[in-house]
């Protein structure tokens, strides 16, 4: 038994905690002329101008929304006068009383494209139809874009078939016709692939989605009306939690008594304000579960506004994500707060996302040696134990989590 658990830790890439805060930078440009990814363990992983797309394209697993570039001007109207049977007779007359389209500022998964879709029915995305047995998307509308240097295309997406957006776009009148052809292949591991009405070309901006927690952006929100801000928005599978009227954002770090959130402008824009200059308010804390899973604390502390596109914050990893047998299914994670530790209490979290029943919390010395065993009834979602650590001398710890075939481990240091 000592020798599995000796091997087993050696096999995994567990680390720890320094629990050091990390004051960091990034700049998106004057004019926020710019776009950049970053991951809180790694830092800056791309960086993109904002105006050289005009529409993205979901790429990742079966995603199927398409956005529009609506920070530099973009606009998009769907055809209310005919389907796909009228691309040539095409007539925008009384264009500016039709129902302009957005992005959704809360979900990646819900484009411009995407919003005329009918909830009861399940096959509609909203641009289109999917065939359940064919497996093929059908373009059912048409579209008026309006690009950034003021001049407007009719647009067709036609279909996604053959592992590929099929689309075309002409000029009102119909000339200038392109027939594009994305593949959704070339663009493996990323959320998008854009695409450039005004220099028909296809284009590679982002890094992998695995290796970016943050995009610094600007973004349409709604307040109520369609507006223009910078801020902050959060990757597919990242979730944050704002905390209000913290007395000292220094020191605060319980991350467990708030909600974790999945929309993408959890963060946003609203932790700045101009009044002549830029204020940032000081007693406000985001706890970010990064897309490795571990746990941040983020502090903004200052921001450059237009002038330079600065966005200084602090960055604080306050747990690692669980390291799990090879085995395992996702069905939960784990994290022990404080550590290290030099107190009496430890705080053992863990979340359940399926239905066991119970689980077994089981803490090992560096000799495989029972520290401490507790069967533990689970609940689907947040679970918590609080127990002290009396019995265990300074020194390096397993604490374990068995939930039916998973186990979860992670390293616990005493001081």
């Not at 959704?104 to 005329?116: E, I, P, R, V």
């Not at 647009?155 to 000029?171: F, P, V």
Request: aromatic residues 12%; neutral net charge.
């Amino acid at each position: 038994m000592k020798k599995l658990i000796l091997c087993t830790c050696c096999l995994l890439a567990i680390v720890t905690s320094n629990a050091q805060s990390i004051t960091d930078t990034v700049s998106i440009g004057a004019g926020y002329a710019n776009q950049k990814w970053y991951s809180l363990d790694n830092d800056e992983q791309g960086s993109a101008p904002k105006n050289n797309w005009d529409i993205a394209f979901e790429v990742s697993g079966y995603g199927t929304s398409i956005h529009i570039n609506s920070i530099i001007g973009t606009m998009l109207w769907t055809y209310p006068t005919n389907d796909t049977t009228g691309w040539s007779t095409f007539d925008t007359t009384g264009l500016y009383t039709w129902a302009p389209q957005y992005n959704s500022d809360t979900s990646w998964t819900l484009g411009a494209f995407d919003k005329n879709a009918v909830p009861t029915n399940p096959n509609d995305v909203g641009w289109g139809i999917y065939n359940p047995i064919t497996h093929i998307i059908t373009g059912d509308s048409l579209f008026v874009i309006k690009l950034s240097n003021g001049s407007f295309k009719k647009l067709w997406i036609q279909d996604i078939s053959g592992g590929a957006y099929n689309l075309k776009y002409a000029d009102l009148n119909g000339t200038n016709q392109q027939n594009v052809s994305l593949i959704r292949a070339n663009y493996t591991g990323k959320n998008f692939a854009y695409y450039s009405l005004q220099t028909n070309s296809a284009l590679d901006r982002e890094p992998a989605a695995a290796d970016w927690d943050l995009l610094f952006t600007q973004y349409t929100t709604f307040i109520p009306t369609p507006y223009t801000v910078a801020g902050v928005l959060t990757n597919k599978g990242v979730k944050t939690a704002q905390v209000n009227n913290v007395a000292d954002v220094s020191t605060y770090s319980n991350w467990q008594a708030h909600p974790l959130n999945t929309p993408i402008n959890e963060i946003g824009y609203d932790w700045k304000a101009y009044t002549g200059v830029w204020e940032i308010t000081d007693s406000l804390v985001y706890f970010v579960k990064s897309k490795p899973g571990d746990l941040w604390k983020l502090v903004f502390t200052g921001f450059g506004g237009s002038s330079n596109g600065n966005y200084i914050f602090t960055k604080e990893k306050l747990s690692t994500v669980s390291i799990k047998d090879i085995h395992s299914s996702q069905s939960a994670f784990l994290t022990v707060y404080p550590n290290p530790s030099s107190g009496d209490q430890l705080n053992i979290l863990f979340e359940i996302t399926n239905g066991s029943s119970f689980s077994n919390l089981v803490i090992y010395d560096l000799l495989g040696k029972t520290i401490y065993s507790q069967q533990i009834n689970n609940t689907v979602g947040l679970n918590q134990i609080n127990i002290t650590n009396k019995r265990m001398e300074p020194g390096i710890y397993f604490v374990c989590l068995f939930n039916g075939q998973e186990k979860i481990q992670q390293k616990l240091i005493i001081k």
